[in-house]
């Protein structure tokens, strides 16, 4: 069964305040890792998608990197306003085009 | 270009009723899958259809079902409501590829009292 921990749960950094956001994953065949920004009551809001080890995409503040088991997203100098929940999924080979998703990284940036 | 559209945003029902949930996909999209979203499980694959046709069925009980439309608009209904029902469901639309990105909508909060 596919499984997707993010960690921490919860981060607050203050403004500026670089960090990364991990998501673990166990698949028996990745066909594409996502992640997505929600704000509280709104849909996600699709990032970035990865499909193979080594591969990097950068948008902004966010940079999204992934191994053969996790993926990081990294933020650089945050402001207020990137506080939302990151979440990180994926689609397995055999699955279909169904999503796993994490729990979800809940961050919060202070001015 | 308009995204993924949801409606009702809100509904209220009580226990033992059902409720239809209605999503209008991006233009050009083929694809629609529903997820539901609650603070204990987080979100989870409901169903997923294309051409109307249900392609993959997440792991939930039967009083769940949907359908497609040939504008590829979709419905899901919930039958026999249970106070367990009430979460955020959110549909996603997607072009056709293996991989291509499934963009959510707003999301229609249920709450079954």
């Known amino acids: 069964e596919d499984q997707v921990t993010q960690s921490p749960e919860a981060l607050r950094l203050q403004e500026g305040e670089s960090s990364s956001l991990n998501c673990s994953y166990t698949?028996?065949?990745?066909?594409?890792l996502f992640w997505y920004r929600q704000d509280p009551g709104k849909g996600p809001e699709f990032l970035f998608t990865l499909y193979s080890a080594g591969e990097e995409k950068e948008k902004e503040r966010l940079k999204a990197t992934l191994t053969k088991k996790e993926s990081f997203l990294h933020i650089t100098a945050p402001k207020p306003e990137d506080s939302a929940t990151y979440l990180c999924?994926?689609?397995?080979?055999?699955?279909?085009?169904?999503?796993?998703f994490g729990g979800g990284t809940r961050l919060m940036v202070k001015p | 270009k308009a995204g993924v559209t949801q409606t009702p945003r809100y509904l209220i029902k009580t226990r033992g009723q059902q409720v239809t949930l209605s999503c209008s996909p991006i233009?050009?999209?083929?694809?629609v899958s529903w997820y539901q979203q609650t603070p204990g499980q987080g979100l989870q694959f409901l169903f997923e259809?294309?051409?109307?046709?249900?392609?993959n069925k997440g792991n939930f009980p039967g009083r769940f079902s949907g359908r497609q439309f040939s504008n590829s608009r979709s419905e899901m209904n919930v039958s026999t409501l249970e106070l367990g029902d009430s979460a955020l469901y959110l549909c996603?639309?997607?072009?056709?590829?293996?991989?291509?990105?499934?963009?959510f909508g707003p999301g229609t909060r249920l709450t079954v009292l």
């Open positions: 698949v028996s065949g990745l066909r594409g």
């Open positions: 996603a639309s997607r072009k056709q590829g293996a991989a291509d990105t499934q963009y």
């Open positions: 259809y294309f051409s109307e046709t249900q392609r």
């Open positions: 999924a994926v689609q397995e080979g055999n699955a279909g085009n169904m999503l796993t």
């Open positions: 233009s050009g999209h083929r694809s």
